[in-house]
């Protein structure tokens, strides 16, 4: 399997939202289904940063580093070497037209072009992050600040089930399905709180999905992110 994109995920803020199943089923690809944490079904806004980005081994000028807000959940595939985690993206924002372009060409993800800003201060026992985009006049944003050391993951917490998903599906114009796998070793996290996501999120996620976010998060970590590879598109029979 070829890859087709490497880079680093840096800064990853993870919020992260207990949902009604009905409201994801529509969104659900062929051939998965969805998968609960302790059976509850969960959404999550993830705040991160793009860092020496390549494509097919290539840097591409003035798109090595940039920001991505994306609103995600979780599915599983059963398959005969096992289960696949996987996740499926609602919404996928970034601050380049060229990058929303070539990502929706080579595998329909929801990507959208913004204008997007960060901004990340403090050390290693306090930091606070903040992903901001805007939406016509409004700028939007999700924020939180980390408390305690960075430490591995837990066995069995949520912050491993939210993080521990290497496959990506999505869902074809004609109704078939694209697989994808995503490589990475396990990341480091810290527990966050004054957690915010404020702004216009109808005009961001539209008015069902904003009824959601706008109440109180199941959960929220920042994890420290690491190198990845995002292997090419298949389509699955």
């Known amino acids: ?28 690809p062929r051939g998965t289904t969805l998968d609960p944490w302790r059976g509850d079904a969960l959404v999550s806004v993830v705040g991160f940063r793009f860092v020496d980005t390549r494509l097919l081994g290539v840097p591409v000028p003035f798109h ?18 096992g289960v696949r985690r996987a996740v499926v993206f609602v919404s996928e924002l970034v601050p380049r037209r060229a990058i929303a372009w070539t ?11 913004l204008p997007m800003r960060h901004a990340i201060t ?41 993080t521990e998903h290497y496959w990506g599906y999505t869902r074809q114009r004609d109704g078939g399905t694209v697989e994808y796998q995503v490589a990475h070793a396990p990341w480091r996290v810290w527990a966050a709180d004054s957690v915010e996501l404020a702004g216009d999120l109808t005009g961001t996620y539209g008015p069902e999905f904003a009824a959601v976010l706008s109440g109180t998060p199941h959960s929220a970590f920042v994890a420290e992110g690491s190198p990845v590879t995002v292997f090419r598109p298949v389509r699955l029979r």
């Not at 995600?72 to 070497?81: D, I, K, N, S």
């Not at 990502?103 to 072009?113: G, I, Q, T, V």
């Not at 409004?138 to 069995?156: F, N, Q």
Request: hydrophobic share 40%; charged share 25%; net charge positive.
């Open 103 to 113: 990502a929706r060409l080579a595998y329909n993800e929801p990507y959208r072009a």
């Open 1 to 28: 399997m070829r890859a087709f994109l490497t880079a680093q995920w840096r800064d990853l803020l993870m919020v992260n939202y207990a949902v009604d199943p009905a409201l994801l089923l529509p969104h659900v």
């Open 64 to 81: 090595r580093t940039f920001d991505e807000v994306n609103l995600r959940f979780y599915v599983r595939r059963e398959t005969p070497t």
């Open 122 to 162: 403090g050390g290693d026992g306090s930091r606070q992050l903040r992903y901001e985009w805007r939406v016509g006049p409004r700028w939007t944003h999700v924020a939180a600040r980390t408390r305690g050391p960075c430490a591995p993951l837990e066995p069995g917490s949520d912050a491993e089930f939210i």
